[in-house]
């Protein structure tokens, strides 16, 4: 059993068409048939959105992404019209919305690693493949990979898991030419983002993307380069053979595994409350990486 702890009720804007309550975002449509997308402080781990919220988490990833898709814009256009909140929104929904172009999503999570962990050195320890890709002997948790790989996956609901996939299941589910250019820009935009990271003290371990079309083209949708959706790790501590220390939602994840939270995540109970601390540092570290990656400090 996993899914919402606590599912909430969205907030009505004249105007606006609720569509879909995700794990972080909240997506309208407008009277012009663009898409409303508000990120909010929802907090997610181990399939469950927890009850409890990191304050900022929703702008922090709406900033980090929009400073993204301007160093990325020669590369892939984006989904984004404009920031401005709708007339009749809530106050906070300022610095958390996004006014975006409808698309035709390609039902692809498409992943770009350039180091081994998660769900890959799972794999690679089972079968020395990645999404199938054959790999070289000796590497373990954290190693770079001799180069990036797009290693995609299934997208899942609310509540259960991204399956990986090969690329040929890919190319049949999409077409052997949309899947080529998957690939060949999810891998070029980790290339860049790597890049940008590595000048800054951070190693970009894999990423996800998300690509709609827009007409016959290819449009990057959703967030991008977020703690959320991706494997951001100091480089200064880089270590491989362990896991690594990383920007994103780790406290919360040990906390919950924790004995002191008491839940086991293999039953059937929700997960407890965030005790103040986990909240805290948990948001410590989304602002630190916003702060590290783009040089401005969030305040």
């Not at 909140?85 to 106050?91: H, I, N, T």
């Not at 054959?134 to 996956?153: N, R």
């Not at 977020?226 to 780790?250: E, I, L, N, V």
């Not at 540092?281 to 602002?287: E, G, P």
């Amino acid at each position: 059993m996993s899914g919402f702890v606590e599912k909430p009720e969205p907030i009505q804007v004249p105007g606006l068409v609720h569509l879909h309550t995700g794990k972080v975002r909240e997506l309208y449509q407008n009277e012009a048939g663009d898409l409303v997308m508000v990120a909010s402080d929802r907090m997610s781990a181990y399939d469950w959105v927890l009850p409890t919220e990191i304050p900022d988490k929703g702008r922090i990833l709406t900033q980090l992404s929009l400073w993204w898709f301007d160093r990325l814009a020669d590369l892939v256009p984006n989904h984004v019209i404009s920031t401005e909140v709708p007339e009749g929104a809530p106050a906070h929904w300022a610095g958390r919305t996004l006014v975006c172009k409808s698309l035709r999503m390609v039902p692809v999570e498409c992943v770009a690693r350039g180091y081994l962990t998660g769900s890959g050195l799972a794999e690679y320890n089972a079968s020395r493949t990645v999404c199938g890709l054959a790999l070289p002997e000796g590497l373990v948790d954290g190693s770079e990979l001799p180069g990036p790989i797009f290693t995609p996956a299934t997208k899942a609901e609310v509540g259960e898991h991204d399956e990986n996939v090969s690329y040929e299941e890919v190319a049949r589910q999409v077409g052997a030419e949309t899947a080529a250019q998957l690939r060949q820009l999810t891998l070029a935009v980790y290339g860049r983002a790597r890049d940008i990271a590595r000048e800054r003290g951070i190693i970009l371990a894999d990423t996800k993307f998300e690509f709609g079309f827009d007409g016959d083209r290819l449009v990057l949708a959703d967030e991008v380069l977020t703690p959320d959706s991706s494997r951001f790790w100091p480089a200064d501590t880089w270590q491989p053979g362990r896991p690594q220390p990383s920007y994103d939602k780790q406290y919360v994840r040990d906390w919950l595994t924790s004995a002191e939270s008491g839940w086991d995540r293999t039953g059937e109970q929700p997960p407890p409350p965030l005790p103040e601390q986990v909240v805290e540092a948990t948001r410590a570290k989304y602002v630190e990486a916003y702060e590290r990656l783009t040089g401005a400090s969030w305040a």
